[in-house]
């Protein structure tokens, strides 16, 4: 893997963001916005799923929210690897990374699982379930919003 992470810290693009500091910052930014749009819609859906504004269709919230959230996926999908590539080898050692992972994963296929289960607008599925969706998915994307944060005061 250090010799994979050598070769992704030398890529262009990679040379290109550590020597560039606006474009660094412009990715980070880029980064922080998706996080932002991410968790920002994903905590009140997940209210909502927990009974929170009830008079409230769970419909309306998903269709508005679900992709606001999933847009900020995906910037951070195509954003945070481009930080990854500026000094790959020293953040893959770094547990926090790991772990922000763990939870990016758990979070996409639980909310995959629920959706593949009950359709897009979860219209059949038991509270109970939708339930223990949101609280899993708010741990998920909490979790890898801290560590994420945390990734900078690891190490040294």
């Known amino acids: 893997m250090e010799v994979l992470f050598a070769a992704l810290e030398g890529t262009t693009l990679a040379q290109s963001l550590r020597s560039s500091r606006w474009l660094y ?3 980070n930014a880029a980064h922080i916005f998706a996080i932002a749009l991410l968790v920002g819609s994903v905590v009140p859906l997940n209210l909502r799923l927990l009974g929170v504004w009830r008079g409230i269709s769970r419909e309306a919230v998903v269709r508005v929210l679900a992709p606001v959230a999933a847009a900020g996926l995906v910037l951070a999908l195509l954003t945070g690897p481009l930080l990854f590539a500026v000094r790959a080898r020293e953040y893959s050692d770094i547990g926090f990374l790991q772990l922000k992972l763990i939870f990016i994963a758990v979070g996409v296929l639980s909310t ?7 359709g897009f607008l979860l219209k059949d599925a038991p509270r109970a379930r939708l339930a223990g969706h949101a609280i899993l998915s708010t741990v998920c994307w909490s979790g890898a919003l801290v560590c994420g944060r945390l990734i900078a005061f690891a190490g040294d």
């Open 25 to 27: 910052a412009g990715v």
């Open 112 to 118: 995959l699982a629920l959706c593949r289960a009950h």
